[in-house]
């Protein structure tokens, strides 16, 4: 019988690696602190803080009566921090019992191990984002006419419903979120530039929508923009479970929605800011009333929205011209025969990187003895 394998040894307490490989559990007994801070009357007001919207205020709905709705403020910080650790604590559950499992039956390699875990862990975000947002958007009556977006501002923007507000700081939450998981996940450096690029660029446009009381139009676009790349990383983790003609018509769809929802948000953005909010606008902008209908502030917003579409549309024509480049010089590589013959059953680097982990090794030294045996036979 072949010797048992000892168990690893636990990292030293206080260090790095224990610090990762315990980062959920740790997160969560912070989270359980202010649970159970509600449970005693002298810190259960510190933990409303941290656990419940802030910035309430008392208004009448079209039937007259009372309701309650919010606004932003800087006792929101709190609230952001308590659901980013949340986030993390979630993060943790759906690597650890989804994401982990299936990657042990499908014996990824290093490369695509990492790119299904980032696909996985969007997957699940965006999926129940635009449930979520789609449920908002057809009980506020949204989808009925596109002068919601514009009308009523900023009386019926500033104050918002309690799911309204909580969908945009579980929003933030998520986004920073994804900061500390660079670390935790042990993203490559390479790999780290891409991602802070797309986190801040999620982040710059839902906070400073919130802050600016669009958030019935920022809603809608977020839905559009979630549901694209919901259908992208489907077909990405299809891609990876070994099924490409399922994979070309996912990624087929992927390529239809991209070009339709970048030219349907670009329409939105210039019927809201363009034509709708003008009828209202205002000089200057009025920060106590929430206010900042300005022609500066509406040709910023637009200004930025296009421009945002125009560079995910460049960068869309620009990977798929390179494809097309890619794929013309390998068909000239098959026409021409090879100078140069490898020996019988060397392995090609890229055959290399796409084995799985667990035979990367076994590869390198078989393909280290049949290259010694061909230049002995030199």
Request: charged fraction near 20%; include cysteine.
């Amino acid at each position: 019988m072949p010797p048992r394998r000892g168990k690893a040894k636990n990292a030293p307490i206080f260090s790095q690696e224990f610090f990762i490989q315990n980062h959920a559990d740790i997160v969560s007994c912070i989270t359980m602190v202010f649970v159970i801070g509600l449970m005693f009357q002298a810190t259960s007001p510190v933990a409303f803080l941290f656990m419940t919207l802030q910035h309430n205020v008392t208004a009448n709905d079209s039937a007259g009566e009372e309701v309650t709705m919010y606004t932003w403020g800087k006792k929101d910080v709190c609230c952001v921090f308590f659901y980013f650790m949340i986030c993390i604590v979630l993060h943790a559950v759906v690597q650890e019992y989804v994401l982990d499992k299936m990657n042990r039956k499908m014996h990824l390699s290093k490369v695509k191990h990492s790119k299904f875990n980032e696909s996985g862990q969007l997957l699940v975000f965006y999926l129940l984002s635009v449930v979520w947002g789609v449920d908002i958007m057809v009980r506020g009556g949204y989808v009925t006419g596109l002068s919601h977006f514009w009308e009523g501002y900023p009386q019926d923007h500033s104050s918002l419903p309690f799911i309204v507000k909580f969908f945009f700081i579980i929003q933030i939450s998520y986004w920073l979120h994804c900061l500390p998981e660079l670390y935790f996940q042990k993203v490559k450096k390479e790999e780290i530039p891409a991602r802070i690029q797309y986190i801040a660029l999620y982040l710059v446009f839902i906070v400073t929508a919130f802050l600016l009381n669009f958030s019935r139009v920022a809603l809608c676009m977020l839905v559009l923009h979630y549901l694209v790349e919901f259908v992208f990383h489907s077909a990405r983790l299809t891609y990876f479970s070994d099924r490409p003609d399922m994979a070309a018509h996912a990624f087929m769809v992927f390529n239809v929605l991209f070009v339709l929802v970048r030219l349907g948000t670009i329409t939105l953005a210039v019927l809201t800011f363009w034509y709708g909010l003008e009828q209202t606008s205002q000089p200057s902008i009025d920060p106590p009333t929430g206010n900042y209908n300005t022609q500066i502030v509406r040709i910023n917003c637009l200004a930025a929205i296009c421009l945002m579409q125009a560079w995910l549309m460049w960068n869309f024509i620009t990977f798929h011209l390179r494809k097309l480049r890619e794929r013309s010089m390998a068909s000239r590589k098959l026409r021409s025969p090879s100078k140069k013959k490898l020996a019988k059953g060397v392995m090609l680097d890229d055959d290399y990187d796409s084995l799985p982990e667990v035979d990367q090794n076994t590869a390198s030294d078989d393909n280290l003895r049949l290259r010694t045996k061909a230049k002995k036979g030199h």
